[in-house]
């Protein structure tokens, strides 16, 4: 995490702290920083600074702190790490990925040819702790987990967060795969699932609220791999010691599968920075960092 500066107050503005900003060579206000990171476009002197992402955390603790609005439409494509396409802000892939998912759904490509190359979409589950305590789990159709929660990350809703052991999944050591269980009584395998319109998982516990399930659409629940929650120094440290990591050539901020466990509301991501030794991690949602 970057340092504070030395705050001061002014005698014309005595409910405001003022610092001195290098980069700007100018005496600006923790507001005023703030909104300027905020406002600030790609290149420009305030979009990476730590310090006003800090401020900006700082006036804004009842939203999303440390995120501009921006950041939704620029970095990284969530499927393919490309960083020089336009984003498409629902699904946080670039235009050329949504093109190709388009395709694949069809049948048909520009050529009026079935997409032979494409790699099919798989379903993936992620659960959020809603503000009032609800769990709903997510249901989407991602290239990997890293995708997914991506999605999941970038239309959070205040005061919501990720969870990272979903209590409807456990780890089976015996078979060595994922199991569902019923969270009310541990019962196995007597759970059922459907899909709301809205892509969330609406469950009936078979075991526990009674013969029938109410409706229709009602499946077998599938036991679907959970995210993990590590921290931005663990993860960097993890990626750093892979040795089939060695030499990676620099590359730009990449969401990573992980949840940050600092604030389980934003997703880690990891990048080879240009004369760097080793990895550096980052959260965006809550400002936490490698170092």
């Known amino acids: 995490m970057s340092e504070r500066p030395a705050y001061r107050t002014l005698d ?6 003022f610092f001195n900003c290098a980069p700007l060579m100018a005496v600006l206000s923790t507001q005023a920083c703030g909104q300027r990171w905020a406002a600030a476009a790609q290149g420009a002197a305030c979009h990476q600074c730590p310090i006003g992402r800090m ?6 603790l009842a ?9 939704k439409a620029v970095g990284a494509c969530l499927r393919c790490g490309r960083t020089d396409l336009r984003i498409i802000v629902s699904t946080g892939t670039c235009i050329s990925c949504w093109n190709r998912e388009r395709e694949w759904r069809s049948g048909c490509n520009a050529k009026g ?6 790699q ?3 379903q993936v589950e992620v659960a959020v702790r809603l503000h009032d305590g609800r769990v709903e789990a997510r249901l989407l159709e991602v290239r990997d987990q890293a995708e997914a929660l991506g999605r999941v990350a970038h239309g959070l809703p205040g005061g919501a967060s990720i969870v990272s052991e979903w209590r409807a999944t456990r780890w089976n050591a015996k078979t060595r795969e994922h199991e569902i269980v019923c969270p009310r009584c541990g019962v196995v395998g007597l759970v059922l699932e459907r899909q709301r319109r809205n892509g969330s998982l609406e469950y009936f516990h078979w075991c526990c609220d009674g013969s029938d399930p109410p409706g229709d659409g009602w499946r077998p ?3 679907r791999q959970q995210p993990m929650a590590i921290s931005a120094q663990a993860l960097a440290e993890y990626l750093s010691s892979d040795q089939e990591l060695d030499g990676e050539s620099p590359c730009a901020w990449t969401p990573a599968p992980f949840v940050c466990s600092g604030c389980h509301a934003g997703q880690l991501e990891a990048r080879v920075e240009e004369g760097s030794s080793g990895w550096q991690t980052r959260c965006r949602a809550c400002g936490a960092d490698s170092g």
């Open 12 to 17: 014309i503005a005595p409910n405001l702290q």
């Open 120 to 122: 099919p979409l798989r």
């Open 63 to 71: 939203k999303r702190p440390g995120r501009r609005p921006a950041d």
């Open 113 to 118: 040819k079935a997409p032979a190359t494409y």
């Open 55 to 60: 401020h900006h955390a700082d006036h804004n």
């Open 221 to 223: 629940a599938q036991a």
